[in-house]
């Protein structure tokens, strides 16, 4: 399994919005073909930081909701709300790479 972390950052205006557009999305997220969970993490400290965490089928999976007319309308929402640039890592269990 693909584990995928994206950590977003947000205008402190819009945290609320943001909130509510992944509760909207969640959902169709997991219901996405190979996506086995998804996660929305917020930061102790900083209000305005979050973080996804996905557990992925594997990359062609993550890939093709990535190229979803899904993922790119939900994308385009959510950058209009960023203070600061995204930042994604996909990784796998240590040693095991399925």
């Known amino acids: 399994m693909l584990h995928r972390f994206v950590r977003l ?20 997220i997991e219901n996405f073909d190979g996506c086995q969970s998804v996660e929305l993490l917020q930061d102790a400290e900083s209000k305005n930081k979050f973080m996804t965490f996905s557990i992925w089928e594997n990359e062609k999976a993550l890939e093709a909701y990535r190229q979803s007319e899904f993922f790119q309308t939900t994308w385009k929402k959510t950058k209009l709300m960023f203070n600061d640039k995204p930042k994604a890592f996909s990784m796998y269990k240590a040693g095991i790479k399925e």
């Not at 609320?16 to 999305?25: I, K, P, S």
């Open 9 to 28: 950052s947000f205008k402190q205006e819009c945290i609320e919005e943001f909130q509510n557009l992944f509760l909207d999305v969640k959902e169709k």
